[in-house]
Every structure is written in C-alpha cells, then in structure tokens.
C-alpha cells in the first residue's frame, strides 16, 4: 500500500505519517532523506524535533538517494520526504530538472519493486505550487519538478492525503 501524505508546510505530514504508521506496526521504518547540513542549525532543530517524536518502535534509515537499496521489505515505511529527496537529485545533476525528474521517477520505480507485497509506504511531500511564483529560474524549475514528481506518485499511491492545519483531506 503506498499512501502519499502531501500539504505545506507545517500542515502536520510528518507527525500524521507517524502517527499512521504506529498504528500499522509496532516496529515502523522512518527513512530519512536528507542530507545533514551541520552548519544550519535551524535544520538541525528540525531534525531533532523529528527524532525527539519517535521512540524505541521506530529504527531510522538516513539515504539522501538511493532509497531503494535500503528501505527493508515488507514493512511500514514512512519516507520523509520527497522535497529533500529530490534536492539532494537537483543538487547531483547541477539544477538539471529533467535528469533529476527521471533520476528520481527511476529510483521510485526501483522502491516499489523492493518494497514487497506487504509493505506499506507512507510518503511526505510538500506541496510547492501554491505558493508565491519562485523569483529565479532554478527556483521555478524546482517547483515543476516537485510537482511532476507529486503527480507520478499521486498515480501509483492507493491513497493520498492533503494536510491542512494538521487535518488530512482525503484527496484519493
């Protein structure tokens, strides 16, 4: 079951994927895909805030790429999140939205294949496009390819959710 969690931010996707997530398992998978950047410490509040949230159920996986090689089968997974994600792709193909797109619809490809029959995948994502116009050109092109890839996730989930203020809206 892939079930995409999508919202802005501070919409509650995180808390409600794990929230989620518990009451699918007792032993759930949080995978990581950010890259530590230990010189903002403003991320690095963020990051702690996610760990303090999760207990002794939860084991962590930290892959900025190639999810599928780590993700285990058959298990509740929950993926936060698909921004960084594909800035860590935008990052490796120097701002190129179309190699990154494909990168990253490739490396999804592969983790649903690895993830098994009875795995569930839980997905966090922002969603970028309601926002205000992105003032330079890279920063348009990432809002395209947030959204391309929200799309082709969207058409593979089972369910998807839109937050809002800490509420899901069944979206699918």
């Not at 997530?21 to 410490?41: C, F, G, H, I, N």
């Not at 936060?80 to 990052?91: H, I, P, R, S």
């Not at 009875?118 to 966090?124: A, N, P, Q, Y």
């Amino acid at each position: 079951m892939i079930h995409l969690i999508t919202g802005g931010e501070r919409s509650g996707k995180s808390s409600y994927a794990e929230r989620l997530a518990l009451t699918l398992s007792d032993a759930p998978v949080y995978l990581a895909t950010a890259r530590d950047r230990k010189e903002d410490q403003e991320f690095q509040a963020r990051i702690s805030k996610h760990k303090d949230r999760r207990d002794e159920h939860w084991s962590t996986i930290e892959e900025p790429l190639e999810i599928a090689k780590v993700v285990p089968k058959n298990r509740v997974v929950v993926m936060d999140c698909v921004t960084l994600w594909l800035t860590n792709y935008f990052m490796a193909f120097d701002y190129d939205m179309v190699k990154s797109l494909e990168a990253a619809k490739k490396e999804f490809g592969l983790l649903l294949e690895h993830m098994g029959e009875k795995g569930t995948l839980l997905i966090v994502s922002n969603e970028l496009g309601m926002g205000l116009h992105a003032d330079s050109r890279m920063g348009r092109d990432f809002v395209s390819l947030q959204g391309w890839m929200n799309q082709h996730i969207a058409q593979a989930a089972d369910k998807v959710s839109f937050m809002v203020a800490g509420l899901p809206l069944s979206v699918k």
